[in-house]
């Protein structure tokens, strides 16, 4: 079956403007993640969902950036206000129930560059 | 908070020949999860192999097999018969309690034909 598809591949934005990063999940799966990936590094931990709510969103950098999962399917990352230092690869991956037992499945992540 | 080390930036090894990636991470934790995921050059992260810390038998994985040292709070990731196809990014990864994976910085591995 399908996996887990991010939109767009690239985007490319100036300092200011407000950006939309979507992730499609893998059908079925409730739990959804974000993770951003700055160059050079591991991927580090922005938010969980387990179906609508936002399980823990401890990993949110500050309050210009925030994710929603409306429909427990389709989630988006919305990051307002951008800066330089936002550029990064954002991972998006879900997993069936959620927890340790369960792989996370990424998708192949959104290449957000701020001018 | 926990913390995962790569000490390895790169590491480049023959096609068909064994070669060791390592990781070390330190929490307080008694119970969680480790993990190694391959990043190839598409991004997307795949999960080569996962060790469950109350576990003493190590995970193996086909071609893949761990060396998990509990007290030394070691997880290395050894690779046999390395093929071409191995060539990416190698993270090693932590979960405890929560639903968050701690990743390290990553070892590139180039399989040499």
């Known amino acids: 079956g399908a996996g887990v598809s991010q939109t767009p591949s690239n985007k490319v934005t100036e300092k200011g403007k407000y950006v939309e990063l979507r992730c499609d999940p893998i059908?079925?799966?409730?739990?959804l993640y974000w993770y951003r990936q700055s160059l050079g590094q591991g991927p580090e931990f922005l938010i969980y969902?387990?179906?609508?709510?936002?399980?823990?969103d401890s990993g949110l950098p500050n309050d210009r950036f925030f994710a929603v999962r409306p429909e427990g399917s389709v989630s988006t990352l919305k990051i307002q206000r951008t800066e330089r230092g936002d550029s990064a690869v954002y991972l998006c991956?879900?997993?069936?129930?959620?927890?340790?037992?369960?792989?996370?499945?990424f998708g192949p992540g959104t290449r957000l560059l701020v001018l | 908070a926990q913390t995962v080390t790569q000490s390895q930036p790169e590491m480049s090894v023959q096609e068909a020949e064994t070669v060791t990636l390592s990781c070390t991470y330190d929490?307080?934790?008694?119970?969680?999860?480790l993990f190694w995921y391959k990043q190839p050059p598409s991004r997307q992260m795949i999960l080569v192999i996962r060790?469950?810390?109350?576990?003493?038998q190590n995970a193996t994985e086909n071609r893949f097999s761990v060396n998990f040292q509990k007290a030394a709070k070691s997880f290395s990731l050894k690779i046999s018969d390395s093929q071409l196809g191995d060539t990416a990014m190698y993270f090693c990864?932590?979960?405890?309690?929560?639903?968050?994976?701690?990743f390290g910085t990553g070892t590139r591995l180039t399989i040499i034909p």
């Open positions: 991956a879900s997993s069936s129930l959620g927890g340790p037992q369960e792989t996370q499945y």
């Open positions: 059908s079925g799966h409730t739990a």
């Open positions: 969902f387990q179906g609508t709510g936002a399980a823990d």
């Open positions: 929490t307080s934790e008694s119970n969680y999860y």
């Open positions: 060790q469950e810390a109350y576990k003493q």
């Open positions: 990864a932590f979960m405890s309690g929560n639903e968050k994976l701690t």
